[in-house]
T-cell receptor
């Protein structure tokens, strides 16, 4: 039970912003939203996480709605190397499990 | 800096043979350790996690087992492999109070 819903696939033009949505309507007050990505045949890579406020780092921005029932990961200027499966996960931190769903396969096209 | 190692990178084993996959973490102490499996084209399935030596929690009943004989060593085993055990096995670690989970390079297992 991944507790999140994501579209199975999305395309994005190189250089444009990629906006990846995630629904987590049953999120609890103490659960964080995490984003990871997995490039083919590699282990997942942490991108960003947040609780209530919007977050930004060198890789991406995370926008969480006020009711916390959904969020959007934004890659501001997508490159071909951003082609990957992106996973949205909710979990309590610290916790012992990280449950991944099917994710969104993002394809960045030239 | 911290690093996580997994070996072997690829493995082809016949049905009914035993399995031992090893994962080690360097540069940190008392990490939480995890084993995941990913079937072709699917998401990650959590198999086991450990918060300390000898402490293993199993998420999915199956013919696999895990052990943590040392603080930074996590081993995934099977006495008799099944065809359905084929997949991409990933080891990961977190700080005990940490936010990020760090993954190893993975082992691609094919059971024939």
């Amino acid at each position: 039970d991944a507790k999140t819903t994501q579209p199975p696939s999305m395309d994005c033009a190189e250089g444009r912003a990629a906006n990846l949505p995630c629904n987590h309507s049953t999120i609890s007050g103490n659960e964080y939203v995490y984003w990871y990505r997995q490039i083919h045949s590699q282990g997942p890579q942490y991108i960003i996480h947040g609780l209530k406020n919007n977050e930004t780092n060198e890789m991406a921005s995370l926008i969480i709605t006020e009711d916390r029932k959904s969020s959007t990961l934004i890659l501001p200027h997508a490159t071909l190397r951003d082609t990957a499966v992106y996973y949205c996960i909710v979990r309590v931190t610290p916790n012992n499990d990280m449950r991944f769903g099917a994710g969104t396969r993002l394809t960045v096209k030239p | 800096s911290q690093t996580i190692h997994q070996w072997p990178a690829t493995l082809v084993q016949p049905v009914g043979s035993p399995l031992s996959l090893e994962c080690t973490v360097e540069g940190t102490s008392n990490p939480n350790l995890y084993w995941y499996r990913q079937a072709a084209g699917r998401g990650l399935q959590l198999l086991f996690y450990s918060v300390g030596i000898g402490q293993i929690s199993s998420e999915v009943p199956q013919n696999l087992s895990a052990s943590r004989p040392q603080d930074r060593q996590f081993i995934l085993s099977s006495k008799k492999l099944l065809l359905s055990d084929s997949g991409f096995y990933l080891c990961a670690w977190t700080y005990p109070q940490g936010y990020e989970q760090y993954f190893g390079p993975g082992t691609r297992l094919t059971v024939t």
